[in-house]
């Protein structure tokens, strides 16, 4: 029998068209086997789910499971991962599960878990559908739904890796697919070349081989993900003790090929910016318009232009997150000498330059840096110029041989992406202009004053370590408060006043 991945097989195919269409709400085993969710969509797959499993529940009209059924409604109404988590605890909780789905619905929580960027749960799904692929293998099937469990698996230790690193992975539903499916190719390629270049086993029929045939077709809609960059080939004069210790202290990344980020569903990313930044629609268009059709994620260097205040050092922070890249913040401020570019070995102060830095602590060739404010970097020549060292690392040629002089060896820099704020252009010099896509960010205007009040009151609750499901909204007379004296602009001065209202509302509150 050919092993048919499940996207060719009819009968999927039929049911696949009803999920998308919203007639058909997969289960927890087609799920496995690669079907999308209802209507394509997390959030609308976890409602449909826990509305019907709460219908079920509640007809059971059976004592314990009040609290299922109280979750349940609650993840209906706000798809959230701590409320697939509450569902699972009140799960474990049933003393009497007869008659209900329990482990369909431990293993579809664990889905969803994934969907939201959970390793653990990412691996466990993995491991379920390695499960299915080794009833299937012995009957000459299988081999696709291997190959899915292997990309599950790696995409369980990319999460792992990024959480480590210190990179946010929230809102990851619209590319988690994407990425798992890269993966999957990936294996089926190998595989695929593995069995056709083994000689064909005594008894293997022409089916046997329908597999590797289909595998070794290209994919119309996933390429296979890169092999990555070596960035550091070599550590310069290692006889030297200093050497030696350069050396040791490089020497994981030696010649190591650096994973690139793949190009996340840039539908699902501008959607999402747009939302947070309605005023910069057009900055979200033009940046991702510079990423179409590229398979990993690298920018031009681009410089956000903007008054102070206006979101533009937070935008180049959301962006870096919505594209799933790492990401480093420096502020130039303090920066006045040509330290960015590295200082010799032969220093007490000696390290390697910055971008090598950010490639060595998120184990990443593409990171994003971010600089903030770069107008106020110091123009002094003594010791050197930030702005002639960032003229080599924007150059594609020279950063693809960038000589790091604590190194003291060439590193292929070429893939890290650069992103800057500005308040003005006049102290920076046009040599770095020229390099560089400039993007006027927009102020927010005063039409925006309702969406803008709601987020800040929300992340400060959030800062003060409350729910900000727990925040009363803010009221009609309050936002005409805030109309009279914020007419748009700075969203700092914003901040400070809805602060302010916060305050008055938690005096009035302890006065009642």
Known sequence: MTDKPPSLDRHFQRRQKAAIAGLHLPTAE?????????????????????????GRVKKRK??????????????SVEPSEDGVLAVEAALDLIVDAQG?????????????????????????????????ASGELGRGRGHALLSRSLGWAMQARELDRR??????????????????????????NAIAASTVDEPEPQGSSSDDLAFATWAKEPSENFERPS???????????????????????????????????TMPELAGVRSRLVAEFPHAVAVVDKVLEGLSGRRTVHMRPIILLGSPGGGKTRFARRLSEELGTPYNLISCGGLSDSSIGGTARRWSSGEPSLPVMVVRLHECAGPVV???????IGTSRHNGNVHDVLIGLFEPETSRRWHDPYLQAHCDLSNVSWLMTANSMEPIPKAL????????????GADQLPLFATRILERQYIDAGHDPRWATPLEGFELDALANVWRGGSLR????????????????????
């Open 30 to 54: 087609e799920l496995l086997r690669g079907m999308t969710l209802f209507r394509e969509d997390l959030a609308e797959d976890i409602r449909e789910y826990s509305s019907r499993l709460s």
């Open 62 to 75: 059976r004592t314990g499971l009040e609290l299922l059924a109280a979750c349940l409604d609650e993840l």
């Open 100 to 132: 209900l789905p329990i482990d369909e619905c431990l293993l579809r929580c664990r889905f969803y878990r994934a969907y939201f960027g959970n390793g653990q749960a990412t691996a466990l799904i993995a491991g379920e559908i390695a499960h299915l």
């Open 163 to 188: 959480l480590r690193a210190g990179v946010s992975v929230q809102r990851y539903a619209d590319w988690f697919e994407p990425e798992v499916r890269a993966y999957e190719v990936h294996f089926r």
């Open 227 to 261: 092999d990555g960059v070596v960035v550091i080939s070599g550590i310069g004069n290692e006889a030297t003790a200093e050497g030696k210790r350069v050396a040791k202290e490089f020497a994981k990344f030696k010649q190591r090929p650096l994973p690139l980020h």
């Open 370 to 376: 971010i600089l903030d404010e770069i107008e106020k």
């Open 433 to 444: 202009l020229d390099r560089c896509r400039i993007l006027r960010f927009p102020d927010p």
């Open 493 to 512: 001065r914003l901040e400070r006043l809805v602060e302010g209202l916060r305050e008055a509302r938690e005096r009035a509150r302890r006065q009642q």
